[in-house]
Each structure stands twice: as structure tokens, then as C-alpha cells.
């Protein structure tokens, strides 16, 4: 069965970096686009980028191109998610999930259990 | 940016009743649309996808409908395991999510 295993709880300081990662298993991991989502404590769902990963590309949401940073490892089957910049308004859960079908659109069909970042000084 | 905004924000319900919940997308989106359930501290989970298809392994009570700019959720019969939040998704290059629908007691 798929599953997206992620990294755990990180605590930074406001201008820090923060690195989460998700371990796929359970299919073929280079057919599949992943995808990153936050959701702010009490807040919506917000779809951050995407990575393909079998070629590496990326595609980030506009509000956070710059700031964010997706890379993958075949050797390994995970990606990582690296923000930069970290503010208040950064703390949130991070969730990777894949797509429903071998395209790249962001139609999620498998979810991490999501990783709770903690910005704060 | 596409903005999708849902109606309503919170909704009481008691069990067995019909719930609707409305989401409404600023410009066209074709039927590239999703809802997805959250409880509180799990994933969320795909319910329907381009607007009226049912996700595998989804009760049937559960209709999506709609075209172009406005779709509907409904829980034909509110069970307790329905108590959660609901978000509807636009989808295609990118992603926007509606703001969410809190259904309770």
C-alpha cells in the first residue's frame, strides 16, 4: 500500500532554514509527481510546489518561489521540502502527498501523516 | 489567481440530515474540482474528484455536482463519522483551496 512516511517536528528561529522530508513506499516512486501542502494552526489547506521524480523538475506557488526548495532522491525514494526565511507565519503542518494519477495535476490522493514546523524565538 | 470560496463556513447538523456545502471559483475551472474531508489532526482524504466522481472506497452518500464556476457537496444522510471539515480544490497547473466548511453537531 502507499505510504508517505515524513520527518519529524522541528522547532526553528524566526530567518532560519527548515528541511522536511517524506520517504514514499508502496509503488513505483518515479512514476508519480509529490507535492507539498501547509496548513496554518486553525487555518485552510495551501499547495506550496510540486516536484517530478524522475527528472527533479519543480513548480512552486508563486507565493513562496524563492523561499522554497524541493528536491528528491531516487536512491532513497524521498523528497525533501527546504523553506528558508522561516517567520511567525510559517508555523504550520507541512504535508507531502501524491498525485491521484501519473500526471503532474495536484489531485491528492495519498497524504503524509505532516510534519508541525514551529517558528519562534 | 483562481479564488474559490466556500459557503458556509460552519454548518450545525444533527444525523440523517442533508447537508449541502456550496464552492465557487472567481472564473471557469471546467469540472477541475476536488473535496476532501479533514478531521482534526489526520490528512485530509479525497472524497470526489473532477466535480462528481467518487473516490474509491467513498460512501455513496456523498454527491459532488457542478460545472464552470459553481459545484455542490452533499451528504445525502449526515453520519457520525461525516462530522469534519470539508474543503473543495481547484486543480489543473496549480492549486487553490477553498477556505473550508466545519460541519458539526
Known amino acids: 500500500q502507499v505510504q508517505l512516511l515524513q520527518s519529524g517536528a522541528e522547532v526553528k528561529e524566526p530567518g532560519a532554514s527548515v528541511k522536511v522530508s517524506c520517504k514514499a513506499s508502496?509503488?513505483?516512486?518515479?512514476?508519480?509527481?509529490l507535492h507539498w501542502v501547509r496548513q496554518a494552526p486553525g487555518q485552510g489547506l495551501e499547495w506550496m510546489g510540486i516536484?517530478?521524480?524522475?527528472?527533479?523538475?519543480?513548480s512552486y506557488a508563486r507565493k513562496f518561489q524563492g523561499r522554497v526548495t524541493m528536491t528528491r532522491d531516487t536512491s532513497t525514494n524521498t523528497v525533501h521540502m527546504v523553506l528558508s526565511s522561516l517567520r511567525s507565519e510559517d508555523t504550520a503542518v507541512y504535508y507531502c502527498?501524491?498525485?491521484?494519477?501519473?500526471?503532474?495535476?495536484?489531485?491528492?490522493?495519498?497524504w503524509g501523516q505532516g510534519t508541525l514546523v514551529t517558528v519562534s524565538s | 489567481d483562481i479564488q474559490m470560496t466556500q459557503s458556509p463556513s460552519t454548518l450545525s447538523a444533527s444525523i440523517g440530515d442533508r447537508v449541502i456545502i456550496t464552492c465557487r471559483a472567481s472564473q471557469s475551472i471546467g469540472n477541475w474540482l476536488a473535496w476532501y474531508q479533514q478531521k482534526p489532526g489526520k490528512a485530509p482524504k479525497l472524497l470526489i474528484y473532477?466535480?462528481?466522481s467518487l473516490e474509491s472506497g467513498v460512501p455513496s452518500r456523498f454527491r459532488g455536482r457542478g460545472s464552470g464556476t459553481e459545484f455542490t457537496l452533499t451528504i445525502s444522510s449526515l453520519q457520525p463519522d461525516d462530522f469534519a471539515t470539508y474543503y473543495c480544490q481547484h486543480y489543473n497547473l496549480y492549486s487553490t483551496f477553498g477556505q473550508g466548511t466545519k460541519v458539526d453537531i
Open positions: 502527498a501524491r498525485g491521484f494519477d501519473t500526471s503532474s495535476m495536484p489531485l491528492l490522493a495519498y
Open positions: 473532477k466535480a462528481s
Open positions: 516536484i517530478n521524480s524522475i527528472g527533479g523538475s519543480t
Open positions: 508502496g509503488y513505483t516512486f518515479t512514476d508519480y509527481f
